[in-house]
C-alpha cells in the first residue's frame, strides 16, 4: 500500500511538473528560474520587478530553459524544423512523454521520450561499441518538447551529449509545440 501511495504521490509531482496548465490556475505566480519568481532590473524611471504568471494563454508552468542548453547546440525555430522534416540526414525528435504526444504533435515527427533517448541514441544513427556510443555517423536530431519552459528536451540533450552525441549535430526548437501550436501550425493527434 505504501509503495501505491508513493507511485501515486510520485506521479502528481510529475504531473504538475510537467502537465498541461489545465492544473494552474489563472493568476498563479510562477517560477522564471529554478525556486526564483522575479527579477528586479533598473529603468530610468526606478527599479522594476519582473514577475510570470500563469495566464489564460499559457500551457505549462515550468521554468525558463535556456535557449542553448548545452554549448554547441544550435537553436532554431519553425522554418529550421519545416525544412527539416523534408532532409534525409535530420530527424524532428519530440522529447515529450507518450501521453503528451498522442494530444498532439509535429507532423513527421518522431518520438522518444525524454527519459529514453540516451538508451536510443541507435535511432538517431549512433552505434553501440561495448558500452560506449559511436556517433560519428549521427544524423541531426531537431529536439523538441512543451515549448520555452518545457524541462524535456534540455535534459535530454544533456543526457545525449553526456553519452557521447555531438552538440554541433541537435538542434533546439525551444518554442515546442506551446509556439508550434500558437502559430496555427498543422498538429497530428493520435501518434506515438
Known amino acids: 500500500m505504501k ?3 508513493a507511485w501515486i504521490l510520485g506521479l502528481g509531482f510529475v504531473s504538475v511538473a510537467f502537465g498541461q496548465a489545465a492544473v494552474i490556475p489563472v493568476g498563479t505566480a510562477l517560477n522564471i528560474f529554478d525556486n526564483q519568481k522575479s527579477v528586479i532590473v533598473k529603468t530610468a524611471k526606478g527599479a ?16 525558463l530553459q535556456p535557449l542553448i542548453p548545452v554549448p554547441g547546440v544550435h ?22 512523454d507518450t501521453n503528451d504526444r ?3 504533435t509535429i507532423p513527421g515527427s518522431v518520438g522518444i521520450p525524454y527519459t529514453e533517448v540516451a538508451s536510443r541514441l541507435n535511432e538517431l544513427g549512433c552505434q553501440k561499441t561495448g558500452s560506449q556510443w559511436n556517433c560519428s555517423a549521427a544524423k541531426k536530431v531537431f529536439a523538441f518538447c ?41 498538429i497530428v493527434k493520435d501518434e506515438f
Open 3 to 5: 509503495r501505491i501511495s
Open 48 to 63: 522594476v520587478e519582473i514577475t510570470r504568471v500563469m495566464t489564460v494563454a499559457a500551457k505549462n508552468g515550468g521554468t
Open 75 to 96: 537553436p532554431v525555430g519553425e522554418i529550421e524544423i519545416l525544412e527539416a522534416l523534408s532532409d534525409r540526414n535530420a530527424l524532428v525528435v519530440d522529447m515529450r
Open 102 to 104: 498522442v494530444k498532439g
Open 146 to 186: 512543451n515549448g520555452p519552459v518545457c524541462p524535456q528536451s534540455p535534459a535530454a540533450i544533456r543526457a545525449m551529449t553526456r553519452d557521447g552525441f555531438p552538440a554541433d549535430k541537435i538542434y533546439y526548437y525551444r518554442g515546442g509545440m506551446l509556439d508550434w501550436d500558437a502559430l496555427g501550425l498543422t
